[in-house]
């Protein structure tokens, strides 16, 4: 069994940057796309980010991009996510979650199989 667990919340101010961390067990973190999602109370789970198995291909959200790199170091089974020129909309628990699939990162939360427990960000104006 596959496990996440995110890390690196905490409550910030409007413009500071955080970055979050994702560690995943097991031997097969290289072959899975990872992304990036972010829920807030009665909304859907949002897509933030991805990268493919790699780390070359890195892919945004139009409300984050140009803030926030994604990126992942295979040889320590870790996704990162810096966020930069934070905003109080960016208030969220953040997921990341792994998809064993070596194409496109794909974007929809329920095309990953695996999931972490969210880590809080939230950012006061």
């Known amino acids: 069994q596959v496990q996440l667990a995110e890390s690196g919340g905490g409550l910030v101010q409007a413009g500071d940057s955080l970055r979050l961390s994702c560690t995943v067990s097991?031997?097969?973190?290289?072959?899975?796309?990872m992304g990036w999602f972010r829920q807030t109370l009665g909304k859907e789970r949002e897509y933030v980010a991805a990268?493919?198995?790699?780390?070359?291909?890195?892919y945004y959200s139009d409300s984050v991009k140009g803030r926030f790199t994604i990126s992942r170091d295979n040889a320590k089974n870790t996704l990162y996510l810096q966020m930069n020129s934070l905003k109080p909309e960016d208030t969220a628990v953040y997921y990341c979650?792994?998809?064993?699939?070596?194409?496109?990162?794909?974007?929809?939360?329920?095309?990953?199989?695996?999931w972490g427990q969210g880590t809080q960000v939230t950012v006061s104006s």
């Open positions: 097991g031997n097969t973190f290289s072959l899975y796309a």
């Open positions: 979650a792994a998809d064993p699939y070596l194409g496109v990162p794909r974007r929809r939360p329920n095309e990953y199989t695996y």
């Open positions: 990268v493919d198995w790699s780390g070359t291909k890195t």
